[in-house]
Each structure stands twice: as C-alpha cells, then as structure tokens.
C-alpha cells in the first residue's frame, strides 16, 4: 500500500491542463438496448474476458490520470515484465500479472509486441467490414457492418486502449476484435493495454482513467484532495452520433 498522507500533487501538476485529460467512456446500456444489441454486446465482451473490466464504473480523476499516464512506461520481458507508473508523486513498480489482475483483464497469450501486419488480423477486418482492406480503408471503425462490434470497436478504443481518437482500428484494437469474436487467444490483452500506455504518455490527450482508478484502489489510498472528479461519460446516443454510429435523423425510441 501507498502511504496516503505522503502523496503530492506536484507543481506541473497544477498547471491548468485539464482540457487535455479525458476520461474513459463506460458502456451505455441503455443505448444497446434502445439499439437492439445489449446481449449481442455482452457476449463479446465475455469473449473477450472484458465482462470484469468495467464493473462498478469507478470514479474517475483529471490530475491521477495525468499523473499515471504521463510517466507510464512497459518494461517487456518474458521472463519478468514490468510496467511503471506514478501514483500523484508516487512511483510504483509493479509486475504485469498483478497490472493485468489490478484492472481485470485476462492473461493468456503472447507479451510480444504485434510485429508487422499480422494475415489474420487483417483476414479479420476484411470479414467484419464486407471486404474492405484495412490498409486501403485505414482501419476506418465506420466500415465494420455489424452494430454490435461496431460498437464493442468504440468501446475498445474509448475505454479499454485510453485513446482520445476513436475513427481508426489500429491493430491492438483488431487483438481485442479477434478474442471476441473468435475466443482468439494469441495476444496477452493485459500486455496490449500497457505496450498503448507506454505509447500514449507522449501523444495527443492524456487518457487512461479508469485505470488510474483501478490502480488507484489497488494501492489502497483515496483520491487526493486537490483532485478533480471527472463527470461520468458513456458511448450514449450522442456519443454515438459523434461517431457517426447513427444517423442524424434516427430515433431509438421507434
């Protein structure tokens, strides 16, 4: 455990750079229901080993994001990976099984990187978007046919990767994709998450909250005083109409 009365919220932390930290997007279920999917969507995160991932949708905090997102680092190796991360002014060293177990997500699988192009992730796109080439298409989430992993794709990129762009599929996404759909248990999805964190702390707006939170209660401390709540956020109807999910003129209530 962390000490609470020793944790700090630095200087740089102060700076008013709230407008770049977002919180992940919980699920909406009451648009999956409205669109017919609920069930459909439930399934694939089963799947997925995701049915944990979000449950009891914890807090989430502007400056503890920040603060974990920003020095996140993923120490690979098969025989011992690491990721490293602070807690407001606290490092913490953790092993990844614990990472994985801390923000309940399932260990099988690979820790390798996803190294070029893989055949079946983009066999996989192609099945899900009506043939379209995820080279040719850019990976464009607006292509997949099916609602439902429409919307799961959405899901994986708003809540589970922390990234702020939510258009394109990269390959990571695809990973996810194919332990849904397909049980497909090649890549350790726990390794993933780290290896797009790591990634993250350098690029674009700082996302990542509802891990910092789960991390955060793995530590056994509370949110710092000085902190900021985010308000709670779903990929609801206009979420979804941002995305371009539905149209502008659609009415779930019909």
Same mark, same amino acid.
């Given at each position: 455990?962390?000490?609470?009365?020793?944790?700090?919220?630095?200087?740089?932390?102060?700076?008013?750079?709230?407008?770049?930290?977002?919180?992940?997007?919980?699920?909406?279920?009451?648009?999956?229901?409205?669109?017919?999917?609920?069930?459909?969507?439930?399934?694939?995160?089963?799947?997925?080993?995701?049915?944990?991932?979000?449950?009891?949708?914890?807090?989430?905090?502007?400056?503890?994001?920040?603060?974990?997102?920003?020095?996140?680092?993923?120490?690979?190796?098969?025989?011992?990976?690491?990721?490293?991360?602070?807690?407001?002014?606290?490092?913490?060293?953790?092993?990844?099984?614990?990472?994985?177990?801390?923000?309940?997500?399932?260990?099988?699988?690979?820790?390798?990187?996803?190294?070029?192009?893989?055949?079946?992730?983009?066999?996989?796109?192609?099945?899900?978007?009506?043939?379209? $080439?995820?080279? /040719?298409?850019?990976?464009? !989430?607006?292509?997949?046919? &099916? %609602?439902?992993? @429409?919307?799961?794709?959405?899901?994986?990129?708003?809540?589970?990767?922390?990234?702020?762009?939510?258009?394109?599929?990269?390959?990571?996404?695809?990973?996810?994709?194919?332990?849904?759909?397909?049980?497909?248990?090649?890549?350790?999805?726990?390794?993933?998450?780290?290896?797009?964190?790591?990634?993250?702390?350098?690029?674009?707006?700082?996302?990542?909250?509802?891990?910092?939170?789960?991390?955060? $209660?793995?530590? /056994?401390?509370?949110?710092? !005083?000085?902190?900021?709540? &985010? %308000?709670?956020? @779903?990929?609801?109807?206009?979420?979804?109409?941002?995305?371009?999910?539905?149209?502008?003129?659609?009415?779930?209530?019909?």
């Amino acid at each position: 455990q962390l000490p609470q009365h020793e944790l700090e919220v630095h200087d740089v932390m102060k700076v008013h750079r709230e407008e770049k930290v977002f919180p992940s997007l919980y699920p909406c279920s009451a648009f999956l229901s409205a669109a017919g999917i609920l069930q459909d969507f439930q399934t694939l995160l089963s799947n997925a080993g995701l049915e944990y991932f979000v449950e009891g949708e914890p807090p989430q905090y502007v400056k503890l994001t920040m603060s974990m997102v920003q020095d996140f680092r993923f120490s690979w190796s098969t025989s011992n990976p690491m990721v490293h991360y602070k807690i407001y002014n606290k490092s913490v060293d953790l092993p990844l099984d614990v990472f994985c177990t801390a923000i309940r997500v399932p260990q099988w699988g690979s820790l390798e990187k996803i190294r070029g192009q893989p055949r079946q992730l983009l066999e996989l796109y192609e099945e899900i978007c009506q043939g379209r $080439s995820f080279t /040719g298409e850019g990976g464009k !989430i607006r292509n997949i046919h &099916f %609602p439902s992993i @429409r919307y799961f794709a959405f899901f994986i990129t708003k809540c589970v990767l922390a990234r702020k762009a939510a258009s394109k599929l990269s390959l990571h996404d695809l990973a996810f994709i194919a332990a849904a759909l397909r049980c497909d248990r090649t890549y350790n999805l726990g390794a993933l998450i780290a290896f797009r964190l790591d990634a993250n702390h350098e690029k674009g707006g700082i996302c990542g909250g509802l891990i910092a939170s789960r991390l955060l $209660s793995l530590h /056994g401390v509370v949110p710092h !005083i000085l902190d900021l709540q &985010f %308000p709670l956020e @779903r990929l609801d109807f206009n979420s979804m109409l941002l995305h371009k999910f539905v149209s502008p003129h659609a009415c779930l209530n019909n």
